[in-house]
């Protein structure tokens, strides 16, 4: 399969999953990490995570709620954590196929261009 460039991640939708999608392996992830900036594969190879220091609890609130909006209109959804007031944690993978699927770089791809270029990784 050739690897997936931003743009064509960004146009694409999620596909609604209850199982039965395909599983991307360590070798596949890799390829498409390099479509997603700023998102890093976990050890065991089934989820990717991206951390961002938002300034402030405010900014940081107002990023969880675009996330939320974007996993409610992609029907895939991340695990989300703020810690330290200001900093959030974004895990992606997909729960019903215990690893991950074109669903988690999909969401991830659209939350990079939420944070545009201004974000910093914390
Ligand atoms: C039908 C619907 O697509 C599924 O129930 C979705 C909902 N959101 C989901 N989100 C994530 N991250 N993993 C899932 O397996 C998942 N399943």
Redesign the pocket.
């Known amino acids: 399969m050739t690897n997936p460039t931003t743009d064509s991640l960004v146009q694409k939708r ?1 596909v ?3 199982g039965g999608v395909p599983k991307i392996d360590r070798d596949s992830a890799v390829g498409f990490l390099a479509a997603t900036p700023g998102w890093t594969l976990d050890d065991e190879g089934k989820a990717i995570f991206r951390k961002v220091n938002c300034g402030n609890f405010v900014k940081a609130m107002k990023l969880l709620q675009s996330i939320a909006d974007v996993a409610e209109a992609e ?4 695990d989300l954590h703020l810690t330290g007031y200001r900093h959030v944690r974004i895990d ?6 215990g690893g991950l699927s074109e ?2 770089f999909i969401v991830a791809a659209k939350i990079n261009q939420l944070l545009g270029d201004s974000s910093t990784t914390a």
């Open positions: 999620c609604p999953c209850e029907q895939h959804h991340p992606m993978t997909t729960h019903a196929i669903n988690d």
